[in-house]
C-alpha cells in the first residue's frame, strides 16, 4: 500500500466482491464443495473477483477454492457484539447508543483475551493461503482495547497482509482511539458525496466499501454512482456488495411446485429480523435476482468510452487490473434498429491493450437513415478458464446512433399522417369533455384533466379512469424513505384540475388542463399543465409539466396508470435495452445477455423466498448495517 492506493504484484488493485456465508436452504450452515463451487462459478459469471468472509471463517475448503480459481479474499475473525449497541439507555437517540455501545465489551478489558484468541484462529488457520489479502477483525462491535489488541496482533505476526475493521468509524469522547493498526478506511452503505469529500481531504488510508448496495428486494439500484467514482479514483479499492445469497430454509413446495422458504418468524420465535435476512443477489437456492445482472455489466472487464460515429472510431477502456484485454476477450457488434439486428460484426484486438489503458477500433456499421438505431457492444471470454466456457458474455455497451430520423418508424408513420381539415365534435356532458375521431374517441374528466373512456370501433379500452401517479409499492429498503413520503401523503395524492380548456383547430382538439396532485390535509405536492390532443386519425398524445412543490421529498415514481380492458391481444412493447429490456442508464441499469428480441409483452418471474398462502409476511428490519 502506498500513497493510500493498494496494490497487488506492483499494481492498483480493484475489488469487485460480495459478502458471502456458508449458507444452503437445506443444510444450512454445512455445505458441500459442490455448492461452495456453485457460488465461485456464479459470481465468476456475474464479473465478481472477491469475496468477504462475512462474518466469521468461512469452511477452510472454500479457501482452498479461491486459491484455484483467482478469487481476492478478506477473511474475518468471528468477532461481533453489534447486540450491545441496543442496550436499554434512558437517553435512546443514535449518538448516545454510539457513546456506550463499545461498553459492555469493545472496550472492556474483560474481553480482550477473549477477542484476540479469535483474531488468532483466524489468521493462523488461512495464513498460508494466497487468496486472502486482508484480515478483518470483526463486525460491527463498535471499538475499544480490544479491537486494538486483536488488530496490533493482527499486524505485528502478518505485516504482508492488509488489516480491515469498519466499526472503528463510530467515535465517542471518553478517549482517543489507536487507529494505527487499520489498513483501510472502511465504510457500510455511505452516500457519495460522503466518500468524495474523504478522496479531498488528502487521506492516508484507501477507502474500502466493505457493504454497499443492500442487495433486499427490488435493489440495488446506484451500483453505477458507486463505480463511476471506484473507476475515477484509485484510492477506492473497491467494495463488497451487501450480500451475496438470500437466507432461508427450505419446508417443501406450493401447490403450483415452487419452493416455500421460511425466516424470521415462522417458528414463533421471540426476537427475529423477519425477512432481513433475505437481502442477497441469488436466491436461497442460487436463481439469481435482477439486481445480479446489474452488478454484471456494471463491473463489465472493458467500456466504450467514446464513439466518433463520423470517423467510425469506438474507444475501449480496459479496466482489468493486471490482465492485457486482447488476450482476455473477444469484441463484436450489433446494430439494432426498431429492435431488428441489420449488422453485425466482430472488432478485432490486433494490439496489446495493457491494463487501465484505452484502444481505439475502426467501426463503421451501416446505419438505417429511419429508425431507433443502437450500436450493441458486446465483450465475450477469449478462450475458457478454470469455472468459465470460452464465448461467455461479460458485459455489453449500447450507444445510440444519428441517422436521418432517430423515430421509431412506427410511430414515425404514425405521427406523419397528414392531419385533416375535418372538425371533430366536441361534447360537453356534465364533468365530461367528449371527443370523437374516425379511429378513437376520447372523454376527458374536467375534474381530473384525464381521460376517463377511450373507445375504438364501439369498444371501451379501459377498464377504469387513467391515473395520474407518483405512488408505488415500497421495498424494504424504503423503510426510512417511506416515512417522508407518508408524511408528504403520497400514498393518497390524487389528480386535481383547476381549470381545463378546450382549443378546436381544422383535425384536431386539444384539451388543456391545469392540474395539481393533492392529498388530505397537505398543499399539493405537483403543480403543473396536461395538454392532450386528439387528431381526426385517431392519434392521442399528452405533453406533460409538472413541478414538485418546495420542500416535498423526492417522489417513488411519476407516471400515468391505464388499466386496459381485458379483451385485448398481447400489444408491442417498445422500450430501450437488449432484448427490449426496460433499462436506466444511470444511476441503474438492468442488463440481459445480448439474444433476439421478443414482439409481445411478457412477464418475468424470479424465483425466491416465499411463504405458503396461510402464512401472513410481516416486515421487521434493522439498519442495513446489520451486515
Not at 474483560?110 to 494466497?130: G, Q, S, Y
Not at 413446495?253 to 425477512?275: F, K, M
Amino acid at each position: 500500500m502506498s500513497d493510500a492506493v493498494v496494490h497487488l504484484n506492483g499494481r492498483p488493485i480493484t475489488l469487485r466482491g460480495v459478502n458471502r456465508h456458508d449458507s444452503d436452504p437445506t443444510t444450512g450452515p454445512v455445505v458441500d464443495l459442490e455448492h461452495m463451487l456453485w457460488d465461485l462459478r456464479l459470481m465468476k459469471e456475474h464479473n465478481i473477483n472477491a469475496v468477504r468472509s462475512s462474518h466469521y471463517p468461512n469452511d477452510p475448503r472454500f479457501y482452498q477454492l479461491c486459491d484455484e480459481h483467482g478469487f481476492y479474499v478478506m477473511s474475518e475473525a468471528d468477532n461481533e457484539s453489534h447486540g450491545t449497541q441496543s442496550r436499554f439507555l434512558a437517553d435512546p437517540s443514535w449518538d448516545n447508543q454510539v457513546e456506550h455501545w463499545n461498553e459492555p465489551i469493545a472496550d472492556n478489558p474483560e474481553w480482550t483475551e477473549a477477542t484476540v484468541d479469535r483474531m488468532r484462529l483466524c489468521v493462523h488457520r488461512e495464513k498460508n493461503r494466497p487468496s486472502i489479502i486482508s484480515w478483518s477483525a470483526g463486525n460491527e462491535c463498535s471499538y475499544g482495547c480490544t479491537l486494538e489488541a486483536a488488530l496490533f496482533w493482527a499486524k505485528d505476526f502478518d505485516p504482508t497482509r492488509l488489516t480491515h475493521y469498519e466499526s472503528s468509524y463510530y467515535r465517542d469522547s471518553k478517549r482517543r482511539y489507536d487507529y494505527s493498526c487499520i489498513d483501510l478506511y472502511s465504510r457500510m452503505y455511505p452516500a457519495i458525496e460522503e466518500i468524495r469529500d474523504y478522496l479531498d481531504s488528502d487521506p492516508d488510508k484507501p477507502f474500502i466499501l466493505v457493504e454497499y448496495c443492500h442487495a433486499m428486494g427490488n435493489s440495488p439500484g446506484d451500483l453505477e454512482d458507486y463505480w463511476e467514482i471506484i473507476r475515477a479514483d484509485e484510492r477506492m479499492c473497491g467494495g463488497f456488495v451487501w450480500e451475496w445469497c438470500d437466507h432461508a430454509v427450505t419446508a417443501g413446495t406450493s401447490d403450483d411446485g415452487r419452493p416455500i422458504q421460511l425466516y424470521g418468524g415462522d417458528h414463533d420465535e421471540a426476537v427475529h429480523d423477519g425477512n432481513f435476512c433475505v437481502d442477497g443477489l441469488v436466491s436461497p437456492d442460487r436463481v439469481p435476482h435482477p439486481g445480479l445482472a446489474e452488478l454484471k455489466n456494471v463491473q463489465r472487464p472493458a467500456r466504450v468510452i467514446e464513439y466518433d460515429q463520423e470517423e467510425g472510431l469506438l474507444t475501449i477502456h480496459n479496466d482489468l487490473d493486471h490482465t492485457d484485454l486482447s488476450q482476455y476477450l473477444r469484441i463484436s457488434y450489433e446494430v439494432r434498429c426498431d429492435g431488428v439486428v441489420v449488422d453485425r460484426e466482430d472488432l478485432d484486438l490486433v494490439e496489446p491493450v495493457p491494463p487501465h489503458t484505452s484502444v481505439m477500433l475502426r467501426c463503421e456499421p451501416k446505419v438505417p437513415p429511419t429508425g431507433r438505431c443502437h450500436l450493441l457492444v458486446t465483450y465475450r471470454l477469449a478462450r475458457p478458464d478454470s469455472l468459465l466456457t470460452a464465448g461467455h458474455i461479460l458485459g455489453f455497451d449500447e450507444i445510440a446512433l444519428r441517422n436521418a430520423d432517430r423515430r421509431h418508424r412506427w410511430v414515425a408513420a404514425l405521427a406523419g399522417r397528414p392531419i385533416g381539415e375535418t372538425r371533430l365534435p366536441v361534447r360537453r356532458e356534465g364533468t365530461r369533455i367528449e371527443v370523437d375521431s374516425d379511429r378513437l374517441s376520447c372523454a376527458i374528466d374536467t375534474r381530473t384533466g384525464l381521460p376517463v373512456s377511450l373507445s375504438s370501433e364501439g369498444r371501451e379500452l379501459l377498464e377504469r379512469p387513467v391515473e395520474l401517479n407518483i405512488w408505488r409499492a415500497p421495498t424494504d429498503n424504503d423503510r426510512h424513505a417511506r416515512l417522508e413520503w407518508e408524511r408528504a401523503h403520497y400514498h393518497q395524492a390524487v389528480a386535481r384540475a383547476y381549470g381545463v380548456d378546450v382549443d378546436e383547430e381544422p383535425g384536431c382538439v386539444t384539451i388543456s388542463a391545469d392540474v395539481g396532485l393533492v392529498a388530505p390535509s397537505v398543499q399539493p405536492a405537483l403543480r403543473g399543465r396536461l395538454v392532450w390532443t386528439l387528431t381526426d386519425d385517431g392519434v392521442l398524445s399528452l405533453s406533460l409539466r409538472l413541478r414538485r412543490t418546495l420542500g416535498f421529498p423526492s417522489l417513488p415514481r411519476l407516471g400515468l396508470r391505464l388499466f386496459p380492458a381485458r379483451v385485448h391481444e398481447p400489444g408491442r412493447l417498445l422500450r430501450p435495452g437488449p432484448s427490449g429490456e426496460l433499462r436506466r442508464q444511470a444511476p441503474r441499469q438492468l442488463p440481459r445477455a445480448p439474444s433476439a428480441p421478443t414482439s409481445s409483452t411478457s412477464t418475468r418471474t424470479t424465483s425466491g423466498p416465499r411463504r405458503t398462502a396461510a402464512t401472513p409476511t410481516a416486515t421487521r428490519s434493522s439498519s442495513p448495517g446489520a451486515g
